[in-house]
């Protein structure tokens, strides 16, 4: 039977490849250590816990709630730009809460995409930001990634060989995967473009909180006027440990968040009422909850670079996010990500996220994450070397298992 239109315009899945092999594996009893899906492991700080369960005892908030979030939630959100960011937003017309940012991305997608319209997206990036807008009829032109001196120039080809003109620019700062982080000069340039060139920004900044060498990551909201072609989207998943609570949120330009709102009353009901509150409570917070998790995640990029690189693998330490954005080592680089990612979960009991589900100028990394102890990340290396050490001699000759069934 043939597939339907959307579903035809996706890719197979390439993660759903090393889950299969990695739930094959354990099957076997093997202990894989699971460094590829983003997925935090550190536990809800106990007061946001609390502050849900004292909530939820009340049958009132079982009901129905607010799709674009309750007013103290969206408060709180404006009230968090402010100290952050030095933002002033109104949490009426320039906030809403959404179900993750990737829900919040995918629904933005459905509410401004025309078919055919024309999206600049880096590559490699997380792979809403192109599918949100493939799924609703978009047509992707890939950028480079670096936030340098190129990247200007590259907007300016995407614009000048587009037809129709772009509609949307992708910003992901800190990045994932590459976990590069953009600077508020190189905001200001691609502001200034987006303005001359009537082209909206959407900005993931999910990894706002995570960074390492004590410089905060900036807003793209703090460019004076970015308000006018810009919204940006953020999650509380990493920066308070609650990636399966679903909340993020949504702010920046009152008819960008009008259209996302809108859309989102025809889809949800908004985030059980409890989560929001507690979700409150959390962005209310004197933030040192935050920085507990910043440092955990600190401790394990510096173990992660230091014992993988003796271990044989060098990884450059990532300046934010909680990932590695991690070369191929050279002798098993043509094999490509996807291969190799096979490879560590069957002769290392690691996995990785392999590059290429990122896009296909990933194909020569993996990304790392960072969502395991500091002995378990150690445990890893050891592995790695051992592969490393038996195989790299002969890379030729070490395949996948999977290849011979």
Known sequence: MEEFHKVRRLPPYVFEQVNRLKASARSRGADIIDL???NPDLPTPKAIVDKLCEVVRDPRTHRYSSSRGIPG?????AAYY??????????DTQVVATLGSKEGFANMAQAITAPGD????PNPTYPIHAFGFIMSGG???SLQVEPDDGFIPALERGVKHSIPKPLALILNYPSNPTALVASLDFY???VAFAKNNDIIILSDLAYSEIYFDGNPPPSVLQVPGAIDVCVEFTSMSKTFSMPGWRMGFAV?????ISALTRVKSYLDYGAFTPIQVAAAHALNGDGADIAEVRDIYHKRRDVMVDAFGRAGWTIPAPAASMFAWAPIPEPFRHLGSLE?????IEHADVAVAPGVGFGEHGDEFVRVALVENEHRIRQAARNIKRFLSTSAKQPNNVVPLSAHR
């Open 36 to 38: 590829g899906m983003g």
């Open 73 to 77: 939630l969206r408060r709180a959100q």
């Open 82 to 91: 402010g100290r952050r960011f030095g933002v002033k937003l109104n949490p």
């Open 118 to 121: 024309v999206i600049l997206c």
């Open 139 to 141: 047509v992707i032109r």
């Open 188 to 190: 200001k340039d691609v």
């Open 252 to 256: 920046g330009n009152e008819r960008l």
């Open 340 to 344: 190799f990612s096979k490879l560590l």
